[in-house]
């Protein structure tokens, strides 16, 4: 009898101690327990899908996967396992509703290049403080009245052009934008210093993409040898700065005059965002005024329907002798619905990086901790439950305000979303006034391909050759030859 009861205790004891393991694993997991993960392959071992991914052009290894798992899937790439977002509400989440729960996240070779302390890098307070500065420095008021150096800037670029040399459009843009950024971020700067500031950020930018050694000689060396030089010459334009005390309402001006209770920003803090912004600036805003370019050659009509629109501005500025104003930037409807479906079309950012800070579920799937988030601008933009017929250029579809919320995003969403954009568009207006009323052009070489610089482009930068022309009102960039 003693030994029955003996037997029975133990087992309720071991029944007893099993329910409460399982307690307690299910009170410290219960979001692993009860959620799964959303579907998608996870590929080989450590490499995942990393092949497939290099293989294939970026949006296709996306859009198959799309197909087959829907809008939310799983993969492992470059070493990380992630999830992938293509539809609207998922971006929503996780730029927006739950975006403390998501840190932005770079590799640590490209973060050594800008510099850690950039508004890139950062969630919270300190991400808060920068951005409003950024936003500050950037915002309309600060930015019209510099429109003139802007026009300047576009007319040097398109005259250097017209000679009838192949042009690669990509690169030299790349001067154009770096040249608007340093004047948004510098105000009035020496030559001597924009000439120190355009050499070392020509060699940063040469290595950025390139495999991260400190062997001596590789471009990645180079590069981070480049920001040390960058850093040295920001810090004495700094000096100068404050020496002068004079509170410019340029992103310098901003940093270095920021002080809030006594609490101001270390030198590094203010190098870090400065060459952060020169870094957001250049190769976004050259890859879509090209793709603009590339789509207007493409397409006659709509040559035409600008050039229409850009010739009654000029010949009411008395053929290109007044300068523009504002009040005709914001009349250019039809430019700018142009730039937006290109935005769209191009989708140059195609996606951005979270990584999950906690296990979180969305719709029923867990995103575990440490896992990086994707969600894929470039395949919401091009949904065709979204955009009708998404692959065809059509800018009219920006006429009425048919776009839904949030499947719009070249300019990301939420907190990190970008400040720049209304810089971006302006500088875009103003020399795509000037290409379309003075200029005549032909693009030489191939036409069709697209390369990534790591944003897309089109094929060699697009050669093209300019000329310039004093009556452009009949002109048909793609039917002249030159
Ligand atoms: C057509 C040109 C541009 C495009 C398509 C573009 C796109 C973007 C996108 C998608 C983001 C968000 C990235 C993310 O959420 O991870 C972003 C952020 C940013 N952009 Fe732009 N950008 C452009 C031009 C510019 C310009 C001209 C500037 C400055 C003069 C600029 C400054 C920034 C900065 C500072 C951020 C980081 C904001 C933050 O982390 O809070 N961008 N941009």
């Not at 327990?33 to 450590?46: D, I």
């Not at 924009?194 to 000689?217: A, C, H, Q």
């Not at 810089?423 to 052009?441: C, E, G, N, P, S």
Request: charged share 20%.
């Amino acid at each position: 009898m003693a030994y029955i009861f003996g037997s029975i205790s133990i087992l309720i004891i071991a029944i007893l101690g099993i329910k409460y393991v399982l307690m307690l694993v299910v009170k410290l997991n219960q979001w692993r327990l009860f959620t799964k993960l959303p579907p998608g392959s996870l590929g080989w071992p450590y490499i995942g899908e990393t092949l497939q991914l290099f293989s294939q052009n970026p949006h296709d290894f996306f859009t198959t996967r799309q197909k087959r798992y829907g809008d939310v899937f799983k993969t492992h790439i470059l070493g990380c396992p992630c999830i992938m977002l293509a539809n609207p509400e998922a971006a929503k989440f996780v730029l927006m509703t739950k975006a403390s729960l998501f840190k932005p996240t770079y590799p640590k070779s490209k973060e050594r290049l800008i510099g850690s302390m950039a508004i890139f890098f950062q969630q919270g307070s300190y991400h808060a403080q920068i951005r409003k500065l950024v936003q500050a420095s950037l915002s309309l008021d600060n930015i019209k009245p510099v429109i003139p150096k802007i026009e300047a800037m576009a007319i040097t670029t398109l005259d250097s052009w017209a000679n009838g040399r192949v042009v690669h459009v990509f690169h030299e843009l790349k001067k154009f934008s770096f040249d608007v950024a340093v004047l948004s971020i510098f105000g009035e700067l020496d030559s001597y210093y924009n000439k120190e500031l355009k050499d070392n950020y020509v060699t940063l930018d040469k290595g950025y993409n390139s495999f991260p050694t400190m062997i001596p000689g590789t471009s990645y060396f180079k590069s981070v040898m480049a920001r040390k030089k960058l850093g040295k010459i920001i810090k004495e334009i700094m000096e100068e700065k404050r020496e002068k005390r004079i509170a410019t309402r340029d992103l310098l001006g901003y940093l270095v005059n920021f002080n809030e209770d006594g609490k101001t920003l270390s030198d590094d803090q203010i190098i870090d965002n400065v060459i952060g912004v020169l870094f957001a600036a250049q190769d976004t805003t050259a890859s879509i005024l090209t793709w603009v370019l590339k789509y207007i050659t493409d397409y006659p009509k709509l040559f035409e329907e600008i050039q229409g629109e850009q010739m009654e501005i000029y010949k009411s500025n008395g053929n290109g002798k007044q300068p523009l104003t504002w009040t005709q930037i914001k009349e250019m409807h039809i430019t700018h619905r142009v730039i937006l479906e290109s935005l769209r079309m191009a989708s140059i950012i195609s996606f951005t990086y979270r990584e999950a800070t906690q296990d979180v579920v969305y719709n029923g799937y867990l995103i575990p901790k440490g896992w990086k988030v994707l969600p894929l601008f470039r395949n919401i933009h091009h949904n065709p439950a979204f955009y009708e017929n998404p692959q065809t250029f059509n800018a009219s579809r920006f006429e009425a305000s048919s776009i839904k919320p949030h499947t719009f995003m070249p300019f990301g969403y939420g907190s990190h979303a970008c400040p720049g954009n209304e810089v971006a568009k302006l500088l875009m207006l103003v020399f795509i006034h000037h290409l379309v009323t003075q200029f005549r052009w032909e693009v030489v070489g191939p036409q069709g391909g697209v390369e990534y610089d790591p944003f897309p482009i089109p094929q060699q930068g697009l050669p093209t050759k300019f000329f310039k022309t004093s009556d452009n009102t009949r002109l048909k960039p793609s039917t002249l030859t030159c």
